[in-house]
């Protein structure tokens, strides 16, 4: 009579409390005892899996596998180590890596025997039959592709938790990123690769990978319990004196926890330009620092995610009615954070060379795609908070667009989701399936302008317009009116979008505007601009009586 996987659930909930019981007992524990009933359950659970594993799955026999078999071994044996001393504790230590090794195995050997039992093959692994463990059966059992799919994601997930807990970091990040081309938008995914980045001192990887999985579709809850005690660890270690701030990335952690767990807010607006300026700094030094580049923009994008899900399936005057102050706050300056640091990378973009425009363009694409999903929640005033990033767009807008044929550009809009994929945000291409045949090059401009064109389509205080005129496009910013007001320009640049730009240090440099304004307007203003006693009114007279540059 063959078995059932209903007889072998009722003898794994035996052996399970059997085995509770026993590690329970008072001291001395039945060492040899506890060995055997443990290895009775791993055959007991390993049976189910290959027995039927659609319901296998659906009674959770992985987690239990993982858990009282493994899992609790493991903690104890950590907490052994840690207690003991000397020769005891070598000892102990020996064992710890033994049981490691052999989990570790027999998690391979388990994916390679489901592979051969379901007839199936899984990406980036080898089937048993590959490698010459086995032949391919005439008659296999069946399961459904998903749950080969999640077992195998299950499986190369706890190889990669082995591996990280022997300090194998590179071989447990292997493991995670195979386990992420099987199942791929989890947040626990992301959270493992936060720990090997904390394990290895690198918190400011860390906090990314954390807050990727905060905002992942399918989130991983201690995520956000280990991105908190993270950010208290850094706080109580950061100096009180602003002007005493380590480094750039220090200091940006410091100002990133403050709008995930709200403070003194006033620190905010005192450290951003700051870190603004350091940011410039960094960039100009013209290294390709893609990880950098990836975990400072991904931390501006996660936390503006955050602090819009209140607003989602809501308008905007209905957001001003529901929402508390602190949320608004909260809103309002991640924009700013998000804003402040595109600008950056767009400024630095005009100094680059090719490559390294490549390098940095992906990261200007995923910050203007969140803002089209959000541009409706978001008030005019905020969105022109920054006016030299609109300037710089502008700029890199109109230089980019003679290079791809704007009418035949990638439309991107509808075939990106709200998700922010950490898979999609490390890669320079988007795998699109229509007939386009443009170099990664062209294809990363397409998906500028196509971004571009989303906004401009989308916005509702009219802000960006685009003009056409012999065939080519142009577009321009119109800075709000509300914006213009009587202050000096060298005592108060910020306040006026015409003088935001960091390229206007050095006053006689007009460049910055070679789409806005006509040849002749450039010589008025020049002279005006150089001159310090200047005031914003000369300068919106002379803006008002011209009109903007054709193409």
């Given at each position: 009579?063959?078995?059932?996987?209903?007889?072998?659930?009722?003898?794994?909930?035996?052996?399970?409390?059997?085995?509770?019981?026993?590690?329970?007992?008072?001291?001395?524990?039945?060492?040899?005892?506890?060995?055997?009933?443990?290895?009775?359950?791993?055959?007991?659970?390993?049976?189910?899996?290959?027995?039927?594993?659609?319901?296998?799955?659906?009674?959770?026999?992985?987690?239990?596998?993982?858990?009282?078999?493994?899992?609790?071994?493991?903690?104890?044996?950590?907490?052994?180590?840690?207690?003991?001393?000397?020769?005891?504790?070598?000892?102990?230590?020996?064992?710890?890596?033994?049981?490691?090794?052999?989990?570790?195995?027999?998690?391979?050997?388990?994916?390679?025997?489901?592979?051969?039992?379901?007839?199936?093959?899984?990406?980036?692994?080898?089937?048993?039959?590959?490698?010459?463990?086995?032949?391919?059966?005439?008659?296999?059992?069946?399961?459904?592709?998903?749950?080969?799919?999640?077992?195998?994601?299950?499986?190369?997930?706890?190889?990669?938790?082995?591996?990280?807990?022997?300090?194998?970091?590179?071989?447990?990040?292997?493991?995670?990123?195979?386990?992420?081309?099987?199942?791929?938008?989890?947040?626990?995914?992301?959270?493992?690769?936060?720990?090997?980045?904390?394990?290895?001192?690198?918190?400011?990887?860390?906090?990314?990978?954390?807050?990727?999985?905060?905002?992942?579709?399918?989130?991983?809850?201690?995520?956000?319990?280990?991105?908190?005690?993270?950010?208290?660890?850094?706080?109580?270690?950061?100096?009180?004196?602003?002007?005493?701030?380590?480094?750039?990335?220090?200091?940006?952690?410091?100002?990133?926890?403050?709008?995930?767990?709200?403070?003194?807010?006033?620190?905010?607006?005192?450290?951003?330009?700051?870190?603004?300026?350091?940011?410039?700094?960094?960039?100009?030094?013209?290294?390709?620092?893609y990880e950098f580049m990836l975990c400072t923009v991904g931390l501006c994008l996660f936390v503006c995610v955050i602090s819009y899900q209140p607003l989602t399936g809501i308008t905007l005057h209905q957001a001003r009615e529901c929402l508390t102050t602190e949320e608004l706050q909260k809103c309002k300056l991640s924009l700013l954070l998000l804003f402040e640091t595109t600008q950056v990378l767009v400024s630095s973009t005009f100094s680059m060379t090719r490559h390294l425009l490549n390098t940095v363009l992906?990261?200007?694409?995923?910050?203007?795609?969140?803002?089209?999903?959000?541009?409706?929640?978001?008030?005019?005033?905020?969105?022109?908070?920054?006016?030299?990033?609109?300037?710089?767009?502008?700029?890199?807008?109109?230089?980019?667009?003679?290079?791809?044929?704007?009418?035949?550009?990638?439309?991107?809009?509808?075939?990106?989701?709200?998700?922010?994929?950490?898979?999609?945000?490390?890669?320079?291409?988007?795998?699109?399936?229509?007939?386009?045949?443009?170099?990664?090059?062209?294809?990363?401009?397409?998906?500028?302008?196509?971004?571009?064109?989303?906004?401009?389509?989308?916005?509702?205080?009219?802000?960006?317009?685009?003009?056409?005129?012999?065939?080519?496009?142009?577009?321009?910013?119109?800075?709000?009116?509300?914006?213009?007001?009587?202050?000096?320009?060298?005592?108060?640049?910020?306040?006026?979008?015409?003088?935001?730009?960091?390229?206007?240090?050095?006053?006689?440099?007009?460049?910055?505007?070679?789409?806005?304004?006509?040849?002749?307007?450039?010589?008025?203003?020049?002279?005006?601009?150089?001159?310090?006693?200047?005031?914003?009114?000369?300068?919106?007279?002379?803006?008002?009586?011209?009109?903007?540059?054709?193409?």
């Open positions: 009579m063959s078995e059932s996987i209903y007889d072998l659930a009722r003898e794994a909930e035996l052996l399970k409390s059997s085995l509770q019981h026993l590690q329970d007992s008072s001291p001395p524990i039945d060492t040899a005892r506890v060995w055997s009933t443990r290895q009775r359950l791993e055959d007991t659970y390993r049976r189910m899996l290959l027995l039927e594993l659609d319901t296998a799955l659906e009674k959770r026999v992985e987690v239990d596998l993982w858990n009282c078999v493994f899992r609790n071994q493991i903690t104890a044996l950590q907490t052994s180590i840690t207690h003991l001393q000397n020769i005891q504790r070598d000892e102990m230590i020996a064992t710890y890596h033994l049981f490691l090794e052999s989990t570790c195995g027999f998690y391979y050997q388990l994916l390679l025997s489901i592979c051969y039992r379901y007839n199936s093959s899984l990406p980036a692994f080898l089937s048993a039959e590959e490698i010459g463990a086995c032949r391919r059966p005439a008659c296999s059992a069946t399961a459904g592709e998903d749950s080969v799919r999640t077992i195998g994601h299950e499986c190369l997930m706890r190889m990669g938790d082995v591996s990280r807990y022997k300090g194998e970091y590179a071989l447990a990040k292997k493991y995670y990123l195979q386990a992420n081309e099987l199942s791929p938008g989890r947040g626990i995914l992301s959270n493992q690769l936060g720990l090997i980045a904390s394990s290895q001192g690198n918190f400011y990887k860390a906090a990314f990978h954390y807050s990727h999985s905060v905002v992942s579709r399918s989130s991983f809850p201690p995520s956000r319990d280990n991105l908190e005690k993270m950010f208290e660890s850094h706080v109580r270690q950061f100096p009180e004196e602003i002007s005493n701030i380590p480094s750039f990335q220090s200091g940006f952690l410091y100002l990133v926890s403050l709008l995930y767990f709200p403070r003194d807010l006033s620190l905010f607006t005192l450290m951003l330009p700051k870190l603004t300026a350091a940011l410039s700094t960094i960039l100009q030094q013209g290294d390709d620092n992906p990261f200007i694409i995923a910050p203007l795609h969140w803002l089209s999903l959000h541009i409706h929640h978001t008030p005019a005033e905020q969105l022109t908070q920054v006016p030299s990033l609109w300037h710089g767009i502008v700029k890199l807008f109109n230089s980019l667009s003679l290079k791809v044929d704007f009418e035949t550009s990638i439309d991107l809009t509808q075939s990106m989701s709200e998700e922010i994929s950490l898979i999609e945000f490390l890669s320079h291409q988007h795998k699109d399936n229509t007939a386009n045949s443009c170099s990664k090059d062209t294809l990363c401009i397409a998906k500028f302008i196509s971004r571009i064109k989303c906004i401009v389509q989308q916005q509702q205080c009219d802000f960006l317009s685009l003009n056409t005129h012999g065939g080519t496009y142009q577009l321009i910013y119109t800075p709000p009116a509300a914006a213009m007001v009587d202050h000096d320009v060298t005592t108060s640049p910020t306040l006026s979008p015409l003088f935001s730009s960091p390229l206007l240090n050095n006053t006689t440099d007009c460049s910055f505007f070679p789409s806005i304004w006509s040849d002749s307007l450039y010589q008025q203003a020049s002279p005006l601009l150089a001159t310090p006693t200047t005031s914003v009114d000369t300068i919106q007279s002379l803006w008002n009586a011209s009109e903007p540059a054709s193409p």
